[in-house]
């Protein structure tokens, strides 16, 4: 019913940018939060930054100052501008929306398929 696409992930160099994008699709009704994880093979997946319905926005420490989330009610969009890029930033990102499905009451959470970005020289 719901299916989210991330694209824009890809191999750079340290001090590159990338854009990270996630377009949701489906019958849905209202999308609240959305988010931004990453995971390295053995660690767990981490949070990286917030966008409420509000516009409010959060980051990990690491990433403050570089990297900048965005939405697009209208298209159902979340992205995520990273610049600076540094090898530690190496991982599978995920988006991941909270939203509320046509004829549902019920809020859930639901995850991107992953991208995988790459930083290295």
């Known amino acids: 019913q719901v299916q989210l696409v991330e694209s824009g992930g890809g191999l750079v160099q340290p001090g590159e940018s990338l854009r990270l994008s996630c377009a949701a699709s489906?019958?849905?009704?209202?999308?609240?939060?959305m988010r931004w994880y990453r995971q390295v093979p053995g660690k767990q997946r981490e949070l990286v930054a917030t966008?409420?319905?509000?516009?409010?926005?959060d980051y990990v420490d690491s990433v403050k100052g570089r990297f900048t989330i965005s939405r697009d009610n209208a298209k159902n969009m979340v992205n995520l501008q990273m610049s600076s890029l540094k090898p530690e930033d190496t991982a599978v990102y995920y988006c991941?929306?909270?939203?509320?499905?046509?004829?549902?009451?019920?809020?859930?959470?639901?995850w991107g398929q992953g991208t995988q970005v790459t930083v290295s020289s």
């Open positions: 966008i409420t319905t509000s516009f409010i926005t």
């Open positions: 991941n929306v909270d939203l509320r499905l046509r004829f549902s009451s019920l809020r859930r959470t639901y």
């Open positions: 489906g019958s849905i009704a209202e999308i609240y939060d």
